[in-house]
DNA sequence: CTTGCAGTTGACGTAACGTCAACCTCTAAC
DNA sequence: GTTAGAGGTTGACGTTACGTCAACTGCAAG
């Protein structure tokens, strides 16, 4: 039983491209190619692909994976290293993103506030935001209370990445409608999914809630205010983008 | 007043091919170029390279910085974003770093544990570690107490971001040695940095006390045999490199 | 026989430079 | 006046892990 490389790539979960550039890097070499130059695998190369995946899932680089597989390097060493590597970055990363923080303040403390930098508007504790979260209590419930409850416990780091992780959602979005793609294009679709994922912190939306937010987007002036300061007629944009998602995804 | 491209270089502390790219690039362009076509920078390239720089070191891609110096995005919101992706970077590391410490154990639960994986023997838990230390502890009186209770309270990530530490300066050195260098060899040298700069972790060495570690090293037949276990010799090598970087740089 | 999907081999692009190579220019010493 | 040495120039390749064409071939179905 062999497989060509397309069925490989769909049964690992990986491009067709992938697994020729391990054949060029001499990672993965197919069993056999056929009289046409076609790469055909069996099963051993199957379960060597996933030993692969493994360890690249674990962000090991192919070199280190391509010793590991050959046998030339200790599996158990070479993680123990990685792991040191990963603390030794995490700390670089903490200590710049002090440096960052503090770079920030001394910023805010000469500036004022423009309406950019207040973009995306869920900065938890502000009027608008309180507002928001007690007209939505009243709306539906104790479910939107232990919402409120877990946010509050967030810390800055955590609202700062979501905060970036909403931008950069309706920063893509923004793009492809300005690239003039309609609201239920494929593109669009999944570039809807990063609001979704983003969504996800807070709740976990059905076809119907996801479509509802969507038109509370549009409706209430309040949203709609924040999502035109993105572009002219986002929150429109969104609404029907949201639609096409939640009947396509959900 | 103008300054040619290596004097600059110099003042700032970055290469002339760095200069070279970023004109490439189009992020700082000198002043003028002379009729053989030397770039000639003056104050304000001077003044702009230094917010470019301010801003590398905050992690900054080239591409952000220049749109941030040429005005065209705002800083403050560019480092709020960028802010929120260190956080989430870390956090992705950090899950990782868990996936990576779960596959050790596993792994660890079926393996015996060979030689290589002891390469380093600093273990504080291990029967030579508490040995050694008792010992230093004896012949340098309550400042080796002091480190002692210092890295009890380490944490296993520090500990193994430490190891790691260790592991790729030995193993830096050794390739130097490997390459037939001589052990006064500046790049030697420069190597032996990384062992220095892995002690700082417990102490602060002097010119005296530097040297002093490494004819420990060669001399006490313990740590003798952990560090001949990564090249023959090494022990006799580290000796000779430390000493020579002690003379060179303490 | 055509259509269309799936396969092939290049080759370029990505980020931020490091590192040659081959050649030119300046400055100071002999 | 020459010469050595430091410093300048423009390419061009290498690094990571593929994505993304482009141009072409193979194979099965209508």
């Known amino acids: 039983?062999?497989?060509?490389?397309?069925?490989?790539?769909r049964m690992s979960k990986v491009?067709?491209?992938?697994?020729r550039h391990y054949h060029d890097i001499g990672l993965l070499a197919p069993a056999r190619r056929g009289a046409n130059g076609y790469r055909y695998y069996e099963q051993p190369q199957l379960l060597r692909l996933q030993e692969i995946l493994l360890l690249r899932e674990l962000g090991l680089d192919l070199d280190s994976i391509g010793q590991i597989v050959a046998g030339e390097q200790d599996q158990l060493s070479a993680l123990r290293r990685h792991y040191g590597w990963l603390q030794s970055e995490?700390?670089?990363?903490?200590?710049?993103?002090?440096?960052?923080?503090?770079t920030i303040?001394?910023?805010e403390g000469g500036e004022e506030m423009t309406a950019e930098q207040l973009w995306n508007g869920f900065d938890p504790n502000s009027e608008k935001a309180r507002a928001l979260a007690a007209e939505a209590e009243e709306r539906w419930g104790p479910q939107v209370a232990t919402v409120n409850r877990k946010v509050a416990k967030w810390s800055k780091e955590k609202?700062?990445?979501?905060?970036?992780q909403y931008g950069d959602a309706s920063q893509r979005i923004a793009?492809?409608?300005?690239?003039g793609l309609p609201a239920d294009d494929p593109q669009v679709?999944?570039?809807?999914?990063?609001?979704?994922q983003w969504l996800l912190n807070f709740w976990t939306p059905n076809r119907q809630s996801y479509a509802g937010l969507g038109d509370l987007y549009a409706d209430d002036p309040r949203f709609a205010e924040q999502l035109n300061a993105v572009r002219p007629g986002f929150a429109e944009f969104m609404r029907h983008a949201m639609t096409a998602y939640a009947l396509v995804r959900l």
């Not at 700390?91 to 503090?102: C, G, H, N, P």
């Not at 609202?159 to 970036?164: K, R, S, V, Y």
């Open 90 to 102: 995490r700390e670089r990363l903490a200590e710049v993103a002090r440096t960052v923080e503090d």
């Open 1 to 9: 039983m062999s497989w060509s490389i397309a069925e490989v790539a």
């Open 105 to 107: 303040r001394k910023l």
């Open 189 to 196: 679709i999944e570039a809807v999914d990063g609001h979704f």
């Open 175 to 179: 793009e492809l409608m300005d690239a």
């Open 15 to 19: 491009t067709s491209r992938t697994l």
């Open 159 to 164: 609202w700062a990445q979501i905060q970036q």
